[in-house]
Each structure stands twice: as C-alpha cells, then as structure tokens.
C-alpha cells in the first residue's frame, strides 16, 4: 500500500514536496515512481528511482526542476518541486512494481496511491 502526502495549492515559481510510504519494506528489485494526470489527459511519467541503487530518471517536462529521492529508514520516495509552473497542476501519484527500472509507462506499475492534488495558480 502506498500513500501520498504533501500537495497543496501554491504560486507560480514556488515549490512543494511530495512524500509517498509504502507499508512494508520495499525490496531491492522496486522502482518507485510518480504520476501525474490534469482533468481531461492521460495519466503522465513524472520521475522514477531505483529503491536498491537509488538512481533516478524523469520526464523532460520536469527536469531541472523535480527532484525524486528515497529515505530507505522510513519506506518513503519524496518528491521536491520547485520553479512550479501552472501547467503542473495536476493530481499526482505514486507507483511502485518490481524490475520495471527504466519504464516510463504506467501500465509498468502494479501498485498506486490515492493521489494528491498539486494546484499551481498564475
């Protein structure tokens, strides 16, 4: 089971920090993502991290911006975003499955949170 935590409603160029737990320990073999879909679009990579090795990958749209990471002592992927721009309004979501390290599509990832809601206002 994955939660998220940390959305909210900010201004253009602000930031946000997204946290997602797992329930149970990950092993070495997950990768962890984010999502994000905004009202009438499909469902859009964000970022990714290996939870053994820790290294990451992300969407153009996103990078120099976005920061994923990982605490292993506490189960949680967090998301840093800042420069946000109006276009990142959007619901965001955290993702997790196993050897799926690289894959950008969300058919790729087995488990999913409830979402949390980033508004960015102009």
């Known amino acids: 089971q994955l939660v998220e935590s940390g959305g909210g409603l900010v201004q253009s160029g602000g930031s946000l920090r997204l946290s997602c737990t797992a329930s149970g320990r990950p092993d070495n073999s997950y990768t962890m993502g984010w999502f994000r879909q905004a009202p009438g679009k499909e469902r859009e990579f964000v970022a990714a991290i290996s939870w053994r090795s820790g290294e990451t990958y992300y969407a153009d749209t996103v990078k120099g911006r976005f920061t994923i990471s990982r605490d292993n002592a506490k189960n949680t992927v967090l998301l840093q975003m800042n420069s946000l721009k109006p276009e990142d309004t959007a619901v965001y979501y955290c993702?997790?499955?196993?050897?799926?390290?690289?894959?950008?599509?969300?058919?790729?990832?087995?488990?999913w949170g409830q979402g949390t809601q980033v508004t960015v206002s102009s």
């Open positions: 993702a997790a499955d196993r050897w799926i390290y690289g894959s950008r599509a969300a058919g790729s990832f087995g488990s």
